[in-house]
């Protein structure tokens, strides 16, 4: 119902993108487009190899005066004769310093500027008719000798280059210096620049991803491989290759697409490993149509099996944890927990929900409304009041993205915060008690090398983890601006020093987890290797 | 003072204000209106508002019967504390206002049993003797306000050594006195009252002091390079940070403590902080970390866990300090705490002793005050809040076993200490009354 939704938006979008996209892309460039002709502007510039970047930044910005470099060459004629080339030379340099201070100052006065003539190349002849440009131009020569100009200039020259400097450091310095290995490539953030290939469907999908209209691991497994199939639907075999050959690397640029958006998540790597791993596997003598519907057919079922039917494997078994009286604490809206919560509730047991949530996703809102909705006594907080919440917890449920080989648990973060807060009150059970957390092996299903995505997300099982590299957070953070609207925080891109940092997953040890849920039964989280181990040996 | 914009908005500002002008009556109950209405909010603020009000209590009292002054100051305490019982300073200061009375009301009568002209000598060597014994460190006069309660073991001591010699402390005070000066002019039959308004003239100028002489611990704890995690906007803290940032370079990571006090978070991160009344401008002048060329990094209470594995050290604020070495801070602290614990992360907390509260807790819920919901869940999203049950608590209890070092203006103590400086501060029979 929703994935149907979702998909309808995706196409409307679709097009909101390929009619905009069109506007939009001029302008992508067009900020980058002034800085390019200064730099190239006049050989005199192009010679002053090291000062030349700065300089060319108040020419961008003043086109009256832009006409910078070609003056010396004229005024030097007009004034002094017997000149050696080298002392020519270097009057010419003074008299470009000296004018570009006075270029500053008029710049602070004419803002609009005579109807200044092109830049760069054109400006050569017209230069000393303008009588701005004679002013100028008198100016530096009576200067020129006199005053130790080169000094002069150079300090004005040396400041606007270290504040481009400066400029250029803020910005990289928006990358918080001990997650940088978190950054990976840059964000996309609109369907700009996409080639040709990508399927409008992944298009629509990736903009989705970017800004986490869907969310969460399941989601976004499903929804790739849906869109996988329209892609495959769409496809016909170009001349001269098989299908198994050729549409796995046309795969490959939709998933390059998507990882832009945003970085892979582990259950869409291991579905999209699947699905080549099937396509690799299908006979070059199969007809493109029946290779076809026998693709579309894998990726249905790998959703149902995989997926739909797990998940209500898990939650019959996670429900039956549930028992009355029960006061039950879960962290975010995982969909697995929803299912759970929602199916012990139809059968009938009593017990209380409290939902802790977190900026800036609020994901547990919508799980606090649908169980609210569905008759559950729900209680909300947010993560200021864990232990508030987890006081007279009985139970804590968990969704979990992926688990580490380890027992760790990789989640949305914050959810390890509510697992190492205890639970005061005495629960009866044993290993129950605290932390049976649903979660489908489908994250680990199919082949997983040990060295896939990140470092993160699958640590070796060794001591080194203990010193924390494994507990680190994600491998993506997204520096969400944080939505305060009006706030001190509205110019955090401008401000030296300040950094945001919103990773998005972390690592819970496998400690404070005390049990696993999973489709092949409910494990201690030191049983994972193991169930990881049978799941590839299948 | 801006008095103009401070007296619009009711808090310290108009609080200060309208004691200079109305009667003591109506101050006490402007005062505990503005408690219940939690106009005043802060700690420090409190501390100084019940300050100001108890000295004015005491200077309309026309009295030199310290019993009657006593049972004054505990009639208007009580009233304080019942209009905010989780406010602990204001207790606190009431405690050690009582405790000056008490102090003065014992040594007028020691004077009065000891030899005539020594009596009248014994007034200047106290404080002499308090400087050279407890405290070598802190040479301002706040000190000797709250040290003025731990005083009777000293005077004994003191007294000790110099009644059996009477001849020879006489020639001996002249000198010794004169460096604390204000101490001479104490004529032979002093009134107590006057004693106790400078007292409390001490205590007023300890809290104006306090976070600095906090801060000047700030170079033993904060190192080169390391990355310090703090939470919530103390100015506490914040002065804490900024005079190690003075002389190191260091990471900041601050937690913004969503939803009770991130607006003022973010002011404070990103320097544009107003001074709100309560500060009473003190801040408005200070420049903030991240222009002292410290990074600081502004993160969402929940990626709190995820860092805590590069962190070194934890510096948190807090609201009030018991006598057990838990602390009630703003929510969200203890998770941050035992998030440092399962990291073995040391958690240091910064706290005037003016916070310290002699109260042991058992009942943990009652310590906890919970704010407007709608900060959790807006109103705006009428159906959800109309289903679900939503919780806003403003504060949290943290154990003491969660702390590892309080840093007090009387220097580093460990939680199990604290039961010490408690004692020293606040007298038994003050404890409950």
Known sequence: ?538 | MPSSSLALTPGLGSFLKCLKTNPIDTSIETLISLLKRRQIRHSRSCATATAYLLRSVISACRTTDSAKLIERVQSVGRRLMAAQPREMVVGNIVRRVLGLIRDEAEDDRDAEFALSDIGSESQPHTPRAYDDASLPLDRDSPFRAEDRSSRPPLTSMFSLLSHPEPENSLPSTPGSSSPSGRFTGHGPSKDVRAEVLEGIGEIIDELGQVDDQIAAYALDHIHSNEIILTHTSSTTVQKFLLKAAAKRKFTVIHAESYPNNHEATHATVSGSAVSDDDNLGLEAFQKPLIEHGITVILIPDSAVFALMSRVNKVILGTHSVLANGGLVAAAGTRVIARAAKVHQTPVVVVSGVYKLSPVYPFDFDSLIEYGDPSKVLPYEEGDLVDLVDVQNPIYDYVPAELVDLYITNLGGHAPSYLYRIVSDHYRKEDISF
């Open chain 1, 1 to 538: 119902m929703n994935r149907k939704l979702g998909l309808r938006r995706c196409v409307g979008r679709l097009w909101h993108h390929f009619f905009f996209h069109k506007m939009v892309e001029p302008s992508n460039p067009a900020p980058t487009a002034p800085v390019s002709p200064p730099v190239s502007s006049t050989p005199e510039q192009a010679t002053l190899a090291t000062e030349n970047p700065p300089q060319t930044l108040p020419i961008r910005d003043s086109k009256p005066t832009q006409p910078t470099g070609d003056a010396p060459a004229s005024t030097d004629g007009a004034t002094d004769k017997p000149l050696t080339a080298a002392e020519l030379k270097k009057k010419a340099k003074a008299d470009k310093a000296a004018r570009r201070i006075r270029q500053k100052l008029e710049r602070e006065g004419n803002t609009t500027g005579s109807t200044a003539p092109t830049p760069s190349v054109g400006a050569q002849p017209r230069q000393p008719n303008t009588p701005k440009k004679d002013a100028a131009g008198t100016g530096s020569a009576q200067k020129g000798p006199r005053a130790p100009p080169p000094r002069r200039g150079s300090g004005p020259v040396a400041q606007t280059g270290s504040v481009l400097v400066e400029q250029k450091k803020k910005k990289d310095d928006k990358k918080v210096a001990v997650f940088g290995h978190l950054y990976g490539q840059q964000r996309r953030v609109t369907v700009g620049g996409a080639t040709k290939e990508v399927h409008p469907a992944i298009l629509a999908l990736g903009m989705q991803l970017v800004d986490y209209t869907i969310c969460g691991s399941s989601a976004r497994c499903v929804a790739t491989l849906l869109a996988f199939k329209r892609v495959i639907e769409s496809y016909t075999t170009p001349m001269g290759t098989s299908l198994a050959r050729h549409l796995t690397t046309h795969l490959s640029s939709q998933i390059t697409y998507l990882s832009t958006c945003r970085p892979l998540s582990i259950s869409q790597g291991n579905a999209i490993r699947a699905l080549k791993l099937f396509i690799a596997g299908i006979d070059p003598s199969t007809p493109e149509a029946s290779a076809k519907i026998s693709l579309c057919e894998y990726i249905d079922s790998f959703i149902r099996e995989k997926i739909t039917v797990a998940d209500q494997v898990i939650a019959d078994s996670a429900a039956q944890k549930v028992q009355d009286g029960d006061v039950i604490v879960t962290f975010a809206g995982s969909s697995i927990v929803k299912h759970t919560l929602l199916l012990a509730h139809n059968q009938g047991k009593r017990f209380r929900v409290s939902i802790i949530d977190s900026r800036p996703l609020f994901e547990g809102k919508s799980l606090a409304r649908d169980l609210a909705n569905s008759g559950l006594d729900v209680q909300y907080s947010l993560v200021h009041s864990i232990t508030h919440a987890v006081k007279d917890a009985t139970k804590v449920f968990l969704g979990a993205h992926a688990m580490t080989s380890n027992g760790g648990l990789y989640s949305r973060v914050g959810t390890a915060l509510v697992a190492i807060s205890p639970t005061a009150s005495p629960s009866t059970a044993s290993s129950s008690t605290r932390l049976p957390m649903p979660t489908s092996s489908y994250p680990w299903t199919p082949p997983v090398s040990l060295a896939v995505p990140t470092p993160d997300t699958h640590a070796p099982p060794a001591p080194e983890n203990k010193k924390g590299g494994n507990r680190t957070p994600a491998p993506e953070s997204p520096v969400i601006p944080h939505k305060t609207s009006s706030s001190p925080l509205a110019d955090w891109h401008n401000t030296p020093n300040l950094q945001l940092l919103n990773i998005m997953y972390d690592v819970t040890p496998a400690e404070y987890v005390d049990m696993v849920i999973t489709e092949m039964g409910s494990l201690p989280p030191s049983a994972v290797p193991i169930v990881h181990r049978m799941v590839t040996n299948l």
